[in-house]
């Protein structure tokens, strides 16, 4: 199917283990976001790409670790997860500068 | 301080009304400026995307910014129940990183 999606839907973990979140584009968009969504708080940027083996950080980077080896694919890791990092994460996509973001429909991380 | 601020609401308007929504922001460097619609446990849709001061508009939608006031607005026209959702304003210096508001939940009563 077209389009950006995120895996999981629904994750689960402990606290201290590493976790990966996938995202996945069909349009060969150059730049891919993380995203994590927070009550209070909005979306804070993460990560990003602005093509492949090139990323950067965001506002909120520190536990999190990406890496863009094709240029459809963008996963992040949580290195250690913590409590704090449970939130609901998003991907994004986009063509250049000129055009917004295509979200994804979110991957919901609960860390217990 | 946040890099931008946006009412959380809830704001609850009887069907045919006219929604305004803002943010207003700290960076003057701001230049890009995009408003989202997310409906409850989805991703967020892009409504509109403006580059610079001015009006932008798009069906019952219009963007507004006014850099001098640091101060975006975005209109709904005839408001629809389909239009209860949160709204989100995001804005950058340049396209790589968005600072998004955290949102205005709309309830477009029948």
């Known amino acids: 199917d077209a389009g950006i999606t995120q895996s999981p839907r629904y994750k689960i973990t402990e606290t201290g283990r590493q976790v990966t979140l996938m995202c996945h584009q069909t349009w060969s968009h150059s730049y891919m976001f993380w995203y994590r969504q927070d009550l209070g708080h909005g979306l804070r940027l993460i990560y990003y790409s602005a093509a492949a083996d090139i990323t950067d950080k965001g506002e909120v980077p520190d536990g999190y670790v990406v890496s863009r080896s094709k240029t459809e694919n963008f996963p992040l890791t949580l290195e250690s997860a913590t409590r704090s990092q449970t939130s609901v994460y998003f991907c994004?996509?986009?063509?250049?500068?000129?055009?917004?973001?295509?979200f994804g429909s979110g991957t919901r991380l609960t860390v217990v | 301080q946040k890099e931008v601020e946006q009412d959380p609401g809830p704001l609850s308007v009887p069907e045919g009304a006219i929604v305004s929504l803002n943010c207003t922001y700290s960076?003057?460097?701001?230049?890009?400026f995009m408003w989202y619609r997310q409906y409850s446990r989805k991703g967020p849709e892009l409504l509109m995307y403006t580059y610079s001061s001015g009006n932008k508009e798009d069906g019952r939608f219009t963007a507004q910014v006014d850099k001098s006031s640091k101060y975006i607005s975005l209109f709904i026209r005839d408001s629809q129940p389909s239009d209860s959702a949160t709204y989100l304003c995001?804005?950058?210096?340049?396209?790589?990183?968005?600072?998004f508001g955290s949102g205005t939940k709309l309830n477009v009563k029948p």
């Open positions: 994004a996509s986009s063509r250049d500068g000129n055009y917004g973001y295509t």
């Open positions: 960076n003057s460097a701001f230049q890009y």
């Open positions: 995001a804005m950058s210096e340049d396209f790589n990183k968005f600072y």
